[in-house]
């Protein structure tokens, strides 16, 4: 084989491979090329800065449709200038959209110009938001308060079916800062001060008047309670019951004194005391462990003695006149009837 014809069959395999790798993305892509799509346009007054050909379109989230243009108003229409020879509408954008058929009608009947201003009255807003930190905007689409965003005012016909805007909230938040500030550079904050000083000096003048008269009230009140209390305590301490009790008070103080010298004197004995019952109890111990038996027997005799006594006692109860006669009278006998 020659080396030209090796040649042509490498062309002729590279361009098969392209043909092929092209006609691949071409049938891939035939569907998203010849998708039935519904083009729709808003405006937006802030920047767009972030905002890419290709950012998704989304309704709560979910994605409907695509950003398909950006562009100044002034490059899609002819605008008119106004009165002092200006353009109104120089700083606006034009972003168009393709978005899905079925998100704005359900049937061929229904008419999406119809539909989509029937929506708008309702409140239907494009807004600008960002996907996390990273400053990539898309297009975000939802129900607003059609009074708090009404729809800007052009003066142009659209190309493609209308739906106004609304600020992001980015832009919201920045408006509201901008009118704090704006009130803030108003306020004449050294007059205020001033007059905030001299209220206050007032306040306290009138504070220490109201003060100086309560206190004088109070402190004559509580004099007058003070004389009183002290007349009451003369009074009582020169009643004779007090000076009595006085006397009572040092005559118990006088008796307790001696009294507990009496019974210091009473402990100072008690060690003698209990030594001389020891020895006592001692020595009856001793007479009764060499007495034993003796004692005993006088026990005994004195258990006997208390029988014949109790004996005689008994005796003496039922018969009084043995102690006087001596026998006992006899038993009397009873005479049946």
């Known amino acids: 084989m020659s080396q030209k014809a090796r040649y042509f069959k490498i062309g002729l395999f590279v361009i098969g491979a392209v043909s092929l790798a092209v006609f691949a993305v071409i049938l891939l892509g035939a569907g998203k090329w010849f998708e039935a799509k519904t083009m729709v346009e808003t405006y937006f007054i802030e920047s767009v800065q972030g905002l890419e050909v290709g950012a998704p379109v989304r309704i709560h989230g979910v994605p409907v449709g695509r950003v398909e243009s950006i562009h100044l108003a002034r490059e899609e229409y002819d605008l008119p200038m106004n009165t002092q020879g200006k353009f109104p509408f120089k700083g606006v954008v034009v972003v168009r959209m393709s978005v899905r058929p079925s998100v704005v009608v359900r049937s061929p009947e229904e008419d999406e110009k119809t539909i989509m201003k029937i929506a708008a ?3 239907f807003r494009f807004r600008l938001a960002s996907q996390g930190i990273t400053g990539v905007l898309y297009i975000e689409s939802e129900f607003l308060d059609p009074e708090r965003y009404p729809p800007m005012a052009i003066a142009w016909t659209p190309k493609t079916p209308y739906i106004p805007s609304a600020p992001s909230t980015i ?3 920045g408006t509201d800062l901008r009118s704090i500030a704006r009130k803030l550079d108003q306020v ?13 000096l007032s306040v306290t003048r009138l504070v220490k008047d109201v003060q100086a008269e309560q ?4 402190a004559k009140l509580v004099m007058t309670e003070l004389r009183a ?19 009572d008070f040092h005559r118990t103080a006088d008796d307790l004194s ?3 010298k009496t019974v210091r004197l009473a402990t100072e004995q008690l060690p003698d005391l209990m030594a001389r019952v020891n020895r006592s109890v001692r020595r009856v111990d001793a007479l009764l462990v ?6 005993d027997d006088v026990f005994e005799n004195l258990r006997s003695v208390s029988e014949e006594l109790r004996y005689l006692t008994k005796t003496i109860e039922q018969y009084p006149s043995q ?7 006899p038993r009397s006998q009873t005479v049946p009837r």
């Open 188 to 200: 004449e904050f050294e007059k205020v001060t001033k007059d905030l000083d001299a209220m206050i």
């Open 258 to 260: 001696h009294t507990a």
């Open 215 to 218: 206190l004088g009230a109070e």
């Open 171 to 173: 832009s919201e938040l």
């Open 323 to 329: 102690v006087l006669f001596g026998e006992p009278p």
């Open 290 to 295: 060499g007495q034993g038996e003796k004692v």
């Open 229 to 247: 209390t002290v007349q009451d305590a003369r009074r009582v301490l020169d009643s004779p019951h007090v000076a009595k009790t006085l006397e």
């Open 121 to 123: 009255d309702a409140g």
